[in-house]
Nanobody
Framework: QLQLVESGGGSVQAGGSLTLSCAASESISISACMGWFRQAAGKEREGIATIYIGGNTTHYADSVKGRFTISRDNAARTVFLQMNGLVPEDAAMYYC??????????????????????????????WGQGTQVTVSS
């Protein structure tokens, strides 16, 4: 069972930066998507960034586009989220998640598509425990 562990959260002032890390317990298939999600108190969980493990294709929510960068190090089994220009509205629990196709049809579909445009949490089956980010004004 794939396990994900996030780290790097903390408290920063508005305008500051943080880098979150997500370490996987095992190698992740090149057909997988990895994503970062966040959930603020009283709000629904939202997808903010995804990356395709088999390539460099990334997708971002409009709320973080231009400020956040998702990247991966396959050899280290780690996905990162560089967050710059943080604002109080970015304060939330941040989660990483993995969508790993398990049947040949979906694996092939993902390999042909070569990207991970889906930001909906329901598409992801493997989740970490989260890391808290607090942003003070």
């Amino acid at each position: 069972q794939l396990q994900l562990v996030e780290s790097g959260g903390g408290s920063v002032q508005a305008g500051g930066s943080l880098t979150l890390s997500c370490a996987a317990s095992e190698s992740i298939s090149i057909s997988a998507c990895m994503g970062w999600f966040r959930q603020a108190a009283g709000k629904e969980r939202e997808g903010i960034a995804t990356i395709y493990i088999g390539g460099n294709t990334t997708h971002y929510a409009d709320s973080v586009k231009g400020r956040f960068t998702i990247s991966r190090d396959n050899a280290a089994r780690t996905v990162f989220l560089q967050m710059n220009g943080l604002v109080p509205e970015d304060a939330a629990m941040y989660y990483c998640a993995a969508d790993v196709p398990s049947d040949n049809k979906n694996i092939l579909s993902r390999l042909l598509e070569g990207s991970c445009p889906e930001l909906k949490p329901i598409a992801y089956k493997h989740w970490g425990q989260g890391t808290q980010v607090t942003v003070s004004s």
